[in-house]
């Protein structure tokens, strides 16, 4: 089997063709892009206590998108915003599409409320620019 893939013990290494610079860095910053048909969702929101180490922390808690997901959640009845950074999986209670931090909450101001209508936008991540490379002289 090493044999087929190139690792035979008499074999030096595995050729792989080369690829300049500048697409490789592109193809690594786009495999790194979430990807996602609908960004964005309406449904019910719910809170969780935080842990005492991270109460300022602006964070939630998603059942599909990529850790480290920036989204802006709108609460639907009364306008109040809030960015939050994707961290965590949940929620998993039928109806409900996020899990805000504590902090997140208070700022949407339904920590009395507990639960409560909202739209989640995913905020597109942005690509650097890539300078093309020189040939070397």
Same mark, same amino acid.
């Given at each position: 089997?090493?044999?087929?893939? $190139?690792? &035979? *013990? $008499?074999?030096?290494? @595995? @050729? ?26 309406? $449904? ?7 842990? *005492? ?25 009364? $306008? ?14 039928? /109806? ?7 902090? &997140?909450?208070?700022?949407? /101001? ?6 409560? *209508? ?16 020189? *040939?070397?002289?």
């Amino acid at each position: 089997m090493r044999r087929r893939i $190139g690792f &035979a *013990p $008499g074999k030096k290494k @595995l @050729l792989l063709p080369r690829v300049p610079l500048s697409v490789s860095v592109a193809l690594v910053m786009l495999a790194a892009i979430p990807v996602r048909a609908n960004q964005n969702d309406t $449904g019910l929101a719910s809170f969780y206590s935080d842990v *005492p180490d991270k109460s300022e922390m602006l964070s939630a808690a998603h059942r599909s998108l990529a850790f480290g997901t920036m989204v802006s959640v709108v609460r639907v009845d009364t $306008g109040a915003h809030v960015v939050v950074r994707i961290n965590d999986r949940g929620p998993f209670i039928r /109806g409900r599409i996020i899990d805000l931090s504590c902090s &997140a909450a208070e700022q949407l /101001g339904m920590v009395d409320v507990g639960v409560a *209508p909202v739209t989640v936008q995913v905020i597109p991540a942005p690509v650097p620019a890539i300078r093309k490379s020189r *040939p070397p002289q």
